[in-house]
C-alpha cells in the first residue's frame, strides 16, 4: 500500500514533531503511522429509536476496521428525528440537518485528512447528509445503515410510526375508542431501528444499496438482528481493500449509478423524499441530475412491491423475501439496470448479482415478478403547470381517482391546516393548500405527515387533495403534491392562490393548475409581498439565505 494521506502530511515540514505527538497521545505507535487512518462517522444518540442502535455498529466497524489493518477515528454526527418532530417548530429543522450532517463529515475527513471514512446512520437525513459528506471529501468510502426496526403488534395487526399518526385521525373522527388509541400509541415502536416501512430511511438505505455505496442486503437488515452488526464489520473490511484499490465514492455514484438507484426507488414504492435527496446527492457527486429526469425513470420503471405506505408489507419483510439483491436482479434481467456500474465492493452490479435468481421466489408476495408488477410505471411523478412551473412531486399509484378539480382551501402554516382537519372543517372535494413551508419560508420544508395522517384516518385520503411547497413523510399516500416550486416565499404562484380558487391535479396529464386567468395572476402579484424572514439568526436563518429551490435539491452550495 501507498504512504496513506494522514502520514504525508504529518512527515512533511515543520509540522511533523507537534502532530505526531498528538497522535502518539491517542495511543499511537510507530507502525500506526503508516496504516491508513479510517473515519467512523458515528450518528449513534438516546434522541430516537433510529439511532439508539448505532452504537454496537460502530463498535463493529472499529473492530473490522483494525482487524484489517487500519486505524479507526470516530467522530460524531447529530440527528433530528423526523417523527418526534413531526407538527412541532422542531420540524424545520429536519432537511437542516441533511446539510450539518454532510458538513460534520466532509470538514472532520478533510480537516484529519482521513485516508477512508464509514457513515453509520439510521434516521432519514442521516442517509443523505452522509451520503453528500462523502461525496464531497471523496475518499474512499462505505455506508453501514442503522437497520429496520421490527413491527409492533396490536391485536393481530403489524404496527408502525404511521399508524399512529393515522389513528389520531381515526380517534378524532370517533372512529376508534381511546383503549384502541393508547394501546397503538404504546406499542407501534417496539425498540431500535428506523421506521419500518418503505418510508424515507428504507428508501434511501435502499438506494445507497442499489447505487453500489453499501454491501448487498444490508439495506434492508433489522437493527435489534446479529447480521446487522456481522455486515457493519463487514463494510470495514471491505472498505479497507477500497483504500488500497483508490476507489472513491465518485467514481462509484456515476449517473448511470444514479439510475439504478432511482429504478430501485420506482420499484420498491420508495419515499417522495427520495427525489429531493438525489437531486442534492447529484449535486455533490458533480453527476448531471434534474428533477425531470425522475420522470424519465418512472415511465420504464414498474412498481413491482406490495410495501407500506401504501402497500401491505414492511421491509422486514422483504428482506425476507430476497431483499434489494432480488429487486435489483429483476431489473436488470429486464433491461432496466445497469449491470457494468462499479461497486464499494470492487465488483460490478451484475458480479455481485450473479448468484441471486433470476425471478422472485413463489413463497412470497412481497416482490413481484416484472410481468405482474403492482403497477406498470413508478409511482413518482412530477407534475408541472402555472402552479408549479418548476416541477412538484406527487404519489400517483393506487388513487381511485387520479384526477381531482376542487376549491381551494389555504393555510399559510401547517399547524392552522391541522386545526381545520380536526375540527371536521374540510370535506371531500377539497384542495388543501399550505404554503409558505418551502426551504426559505419555514424554513427548512418541514413534513406535512401529521395534516396527511389525519385526512387518512378520517377517511379523507382518497377525497380531499393536499398541495404543499413543503415536504411529505415517506409514511404518507393519498392525493398529495408536495415540494411545489417556486415555493411561496420566493414569489412562486402558490403565494397568490387564494380561498375558493379552483384547482386541478391531474395525474394522467402530470399537471397542477391554478384555474384562474394570467391577468388575474398579474395583478394578485403586483400587490404580493413577501412575508419577513421567520427567523433572522442562528442555523434556521442561514439555511433559509442560501437554500437553492426544491428543485435542484434545496442545497446550500449552489452559486452557479
Given at each position: 500500500?501507498?504512504?496513506?494521506?494522514?502520514?504525508?502530511?504529518?512527515?512533511?515540514g515543520v509540522a511533523r514533531a507537534p502532530n505526531r505527538s498528538m497522535y502518539y497521545a491517542l495511543g499511537y505507535e510507530e507502525g500506526d503511522f503508516k496504516k491508513p487512518m479510517i473515519g467512523v462517522a458515528n450518528a449513534h444518540s438516546t434522541i430516537t429509536p433510529c439511532n439508539s442502535g448505532l452504537q454496537k455498529l460502530a463498535d463493529a466497524a472499529v473492530a473490522g476496521i483494525e482487524e484489517a489493518g487500519g486505524n479507526a477515528q470516530v467522530f460524531g454526527t447529530p440527528t433530528i428525528s423526523d417523527g418526534m418532530a413531526m407538527g412541532t417548530e422542531g420540524m424545520k429543522y429536519s432537511l437542516v440537518s441533511r446539510e450539518v450532517i454532510a458538513d460534520c463529515v466532509e470538514t472532520c475527513v478533510q480537516g484529519q485528512w482521513m485516508?477512508?471514512?464509514?457513515?453509520?446512520?439510521?434516521?432519514?437525513?442521516?442517509?443523505?447528509?452522509?451520503?453528500?459528506?462523502?461525496?464531497?471529501?471523496?475518499?474512499?468510502?462505505?455506508?453501514?445503515?442503522?437497520?429496520?426496526?421490527?413491527?409492533?403488534?396490536?391485536?393481530?395487526?403489524?404496527?408502525?410510526?404511521?399508524?399512529?399518526?393515522?389513528?389520531?385521525?381515526?380517534?378524532?373522527?370517533?372512529?376508534?375508542?381511546?383503549?384502541?388509541?393508547?394501546?397503538?400509541?404504546?406499542?407501534?415502536?417496539?425498540?431500535?431501528?428506523?421506521?419500518?416501512?418503505?418510508?424515507?430511511?428504507?428508501?434511501?438505505?435502499?438506494?445507497?444499496?442499489?447505487?453500489?455505496?453499501?454491501?448487498?442486503?444490508?439495506?434492508?437488515?433489522?437493527?435489534?438482528?446479529?447480521?446487522?452488526?456481522?455486515?457493519?464489520?463487514?463494510?470495514?473490511?471491505?472498505?479497507?481493500?477500497?483504500?488500497?484499490?483508490?476507489?472513491?465514492?465518485?467514481?462509484?455514484?456515476?449517473?448511470?449509478?444514479?439510475?439504478?438507484?432511482?429504478?430501485?426507488?420506482?420499484?420498491?414504492?420508495?419515499?417522495?423524499?427520495?427525489?429531493?435527496?438525489?437531486?442534492?446527492?447529484?449535486?455533490?457527486?458533480?453527476?448531471?441530475?434534474?428533477?425531470?429526469?425522475?420522470?424519465?425513470?418512472?415511465?420504464?420503471?414498474?412498481?413491482?412491491?406490495?410495501?407500506?405506505?401504501?402497500?401491505?408489507?414492511?421491509?422486514?419483510?422483504?428482506?425476507?423475501?430476497?431483499?434489494?439483491?432480488?429487486?435489483?436482479?429483476?431489473?436488470?434481467?429486464?433491461?432496466?439496470?445497469?449491470?457494468?456500474?462499479?461497486?464499494?465492493?470492487?465488483?460490478?452490479?451484475?458480479?455481485?448479482?450473479?448468484?441471486?435468481?433470476?425471478?422472485?421466489?413463489?413463497?412470497?408476495?412481497?416482490?413481484?415478478?416484472?410481468?405482474?408488477?403492482?403497477?406498470?410505471?413508478?409511482?413518482?411523478?412530477?407534475?408541472?403547470?402555472?402552479?408549479?412551473?418548476?416541477?412538484?412531486?406527487?404519489?400517483?399509484?393506487?388513487?381511485?381517482?387520479?384526477?381531482?378539480?376542487?376549491?381551494?382551501?389555504?393555510?399559510?402554516?401547517?399547524?392552522?391546516?391541522?386545526?381545520?382537519?380536526?375540527?371536521?372543517?374540510?370535506?371531500?372535494?377539497?384542495?388543501?393548500?399550505?404554503?409558505?413551508?418551502?426551504?426559505?419560508?419555514?424554513?427548512?420544508?418541514?413534513?406535512?405527515?401529521?395534516?396527511?395522517?389525519?385526512?387518512?384516518?378520517?377517511?379523507?385520503?382518497?377525497?380531499?387533495?393536499?398541495?404543499?411547497?413543503?415536504?411529505?413523510?415517506?409514511?404518507?399516500?393519498?392525493?398529495?403534491?408536495?415540494?411545489?416550486?417556486?415555493?411561496?416565499?420566493?414569489?412562486?404562484?402558490?403565494?397568490?392562490?387564494?380561498?375558493?380558487?379552483?384547482?386541478?391535479?391531474?395525474?394522467?396529464?402530470?399537471?397542477?393548475?391554478?384555474?384562474?386567468?394570467?391577468?388575474?395572476?398579474?395583478?394578485?402579484?403586483?400587490?404580493?409581498?413577501?412575508?419577513?424572514?421567520?427567523?433572522?439568526?442562528?442555523?434556521?436563518?442561514?439555511?433559509?439565505?442560501?437554500?437553492?429551490?426544491?428543485?435542484?435539491?434545496?442545497?446550500?452550495?449552489?452559486?452557479?
Amino acid at each position: 500500500m501507498s504512504i496513506n494521506r494522514r502520514s504525508r502530511n504529518i512527515t512533511e515540514g515543520v509540522a511533523r514533531a507537534p502532530n505526531r505527538s498528538m497522535y502518539y497521545a491517542l495511543g499511537y505507535e510507530e507502525g500506526d503511522f503508516k496504516k491508513p487512518m479510517i473515519g467512523v462517522a458515528n450518528a449513534h444518540s438516546t434522541i430516537t429509536p433510529c439511532n439508539s442502535g448505532l452504537q454496537k455498529l460502530a463498535d463493529a466497524a472499529v473492530a473490522g476496521i483494525e482487524e484489517a489493518g487500519g486505524n479507526a477515528q470516530v467522530f460524531g454526527t447529530p440527528t433530528i428525528s423526523d417523527g418526534m418532530a413531526m407538527g412541532t417548530e422542531g420540524m424545520k429543522y429536519s432537511l437542516v440537518s441533511r446539510e450539518v450532517i454532510a458538513d460534520c463529515v466532509e470538514t472532520c475527513v478533510q480537516g484529519q485528512w482521513m485516508d477512508g471514512v464509514l457513515v453509520v446512520g439510521g434516521c432519514d437525513k442521516n442517509m443523505p447528509g452522509g451520503m453528500m459528506g462523502m461525496l464531497r471529501a471523496n475518499v474512499p468510502a462505505i455506508y453501514v445503515y442503522g437497520g429496520t426496526i421490527l413491527p409492533g403488534h396490536y391485536k393481530g395487526r403489524d404496527l408502525n410510526i404511521v399508524s399512529v399518526f393515522e389513528a389520531v385521525g381515526e380517534f378524532s373522527a370517533g372512529r376508534m375508542n381511546e383503549e384502541d388509541f393508547c394501546q397503538i400509541e404504546r406499542r407501534a415502536i417496539p425498540g431500535s431501528g428506523s421506521c419500518g416501512g418503505m418510508y424515507t430511511a428504507n428508501t434511501m438505505s435502499s438506494a445507497f444499496e442499489a447505487l453500489g455505496m453499501s454491501l448487498p442486503y444490508s439495506s434492508t437488515m433489522a437493527n435489534p438482528h446479529d447480521e446487522k452488526v456481522a455486515s457493519a464489520k463487514e463494510s470495514a473490511r471491505v472498505l479497507i481493500e477500497a483504500v488500497k484499490a483508490d476507489l472513491k465514492p465518485r467514481d462509484i455514484v456515476t449517473r448511470k449509478a444514479i439510475e439504478n438507484a432511482v429504478a430501485v426507488i420506482m420499484a420498491t414504492g420508495g419515499s417522495t423524499n427520495a427525489v429531493l435527496h438525489f437531486l442534492a446527492i447529484a449535486h455533490a457527486a458533480q453527476v448531471e441530475w434534474g428533477i425531470d429526469d425522475f420522470e424519465r425513470m418512472r415511465t420504464r420503471v414498474p412498481v413491482l412491491c406490495d410495501l407500506k405506505p401504501s402497500g401491505q408489507y414492511l421491509a422486514v419483510d422483504l428482506h425476507q423475501a430476497g431483499g434489494i439483491p432480488q429487486v435489483m436482479k429483476i431489473l436488470l434481467k429486464a433491461g432496466l439496470m445497469h449491470g457494468d456500474c462499479m461497486t464499494i465492493t470492487g465488483k460490478t452490479v451484475a458480479e455481485n448479482l450473479a448468484d441471486v435468481p433470476d425471478a422472485p421466489r413463489a413463497d412470497q408476495d412481497v416482490i413481484r415478478p416484472i410481468d405482474d408488477p403492482m403497477y406498470e410505471q413508478g409511482h413518482l411523478a412530477i407534475l408541472k403547470g402555472n402552479l408549479s412551473p418548476e416541477g412538484c412531486v406527487a404519489k400517483i399509484t393506487g388513487l381511485k381517482n387520479p384526477v381531482m378539480t376542487g376549491p381551494a382551501r389555504v393555510f399559510d402554516d401547517e399547524q392552522s391546516a391541522l386545526a381545520a382537519i380536526m375540527a371536521r372543517h374540510i370535506v371531500p372535494g377539497d384542495v388543501m393548500v399550505l404554503r409558505y413551508l418551502g426551504p426559505k419560508g419555514a424554513p427548512g420544508m418541514p413534513e406535512m405527515l401529521a395534516p396527511t395522517s389525519a385526512l387518512i384516518g378520517q377517511g379523507l385520503g382518497e377525497t380531499v387533495g393536499l398541495v404543499t411547497d413543503g415536504r411529505f413523510s415517506g409514511g404518507t399516500w393519498g392525493m398529495v403534491v408536495g415540494h411545489v416550486s417556486p415555493e411561496a416565499y420566493a414569489g412562486g404562484n402558490i403565494a397568490l392562490v387564494r380561498e375558493g380558487d379552483s384547482i386541478t391535479i391531474d395525474a394522467h396529464t402530470l399537471s397542477l393548475q391554478l384555474n384562474v386567468s394570467d391577468e388575474e395572476l398579474a395583478r394578485r402579484r403586483a400587490v404580493w409581498k413577501a412575508p419577513a424572514p421567520r427567523y433572522t439568526r442562528g442555523v434556521l436563518a442561514k439555511f433559509a439565505m442560501n437554500a437553492s429551490s426544491a428543485s435542484s435539491g434545496a442545497v446550500l452550495d449552489k452559486f452557479d
